[in-house]
T-cell receptor
């Protein structure tokens, strides 16, 4: 069975602080994909990144960066110099080999960025 | 943005009544999914479809049925709604059959069962 754990339920930071959201996953498959989605207060789900199990390179996109470590089964997400617009719930998700790309989500981390 | 709409966007109903939620896509993607979102649980897969008339159960399928008679429409039915089915329901689509296919989500339907 697959499982995604986001142990941080809620994080509050002051604008311009860096913040890291943790994601730990469990799967028996050797080929799998990890995702991060953002859910702003408006409620929609916004895709942020996809990473496959064979690519452990870290990725940076503007103020966002992702650290994938197979040795610790973690796929952590860092926001540098946070802004109020980053306030949202962030979900980590996992899909493994097989049909239909079914996603297993973590329970989400609510990030509150204040001035 | 992927062309996915959900209807209705909000619904209040009473226990025991049937409810049907509709997901409509204009992307011609083969795969469609229904998830529910609840506090403390994230999103959980209810049912999914891998083609017209081809559907399968997800993690939390009890009390739900689905139908897909056209590529663009995926219906979720609660035959007899219960208060435990109060939730936000999201539809998603994907064009890839392989793990790793990006899923695009609809705007969600907030359902309240009194």
């Amino acid at each position: 069975a697959q499982k995604v754990t986001q142990a941080q339920t809620e994080i509050s930071v002051v604008e311009k602080e860096d913040v890291t959201l943790d994601c730990v996953y469990e799967t028996r498959d050797t080929t799998y994909y990890l995702f991060w989605y953002k859910q702003p207060p408006s409620g929609e789900l916004v895709f942020l990144i996809r990473r496959n199990s064979f690519d452990e390179q870290n990725e940076i996109s503007g103020r966002y960066s992702w650290n994938f470590q197979k040795s610790t089964s973690s796929f952590n997400f860092t926001i540098t110099a946070s802004q109020v617009v980053d306030s949202a719930v962030y979900f980590c998700a996992l899909s493994s080999t097989g049909t239909a790309s079914k996603l297993t989500f973590g329970t989400g981390t609510r990030l509150q960025v204040t001035l | 943005d992927a062309g996915i709409t959900q209807s209705p966007r909000h619904k209040v109903t009473e226990t025991g009544t049937p409810v049907t939620l509709r997901c409509h896509q204009t992307e011609n993607h083969r795969y469609m999914y229904w998830y529910r979102q609840d506090p403390g649980h994230g999103l959980r897969l209810i049912h999914y479809s891998y083609g017209v008339k081809d559907t399968d159960k997800g993690e939390v399928s009890d009390g739900y049925s689905v139908s897909r008679s056209k590529t663009e429409d995926f219906l979720l039915t609660l035959e007899s709604a219960t208060s435990s089915q109060t939730s936000v329901y999201f539809c998603a689509i994907s064009e890839s059959r392989l793990a790793g296919g990006e899923q695009f989500f609809g705007p969600g339907t907030r359902l309240t069962v009194l």
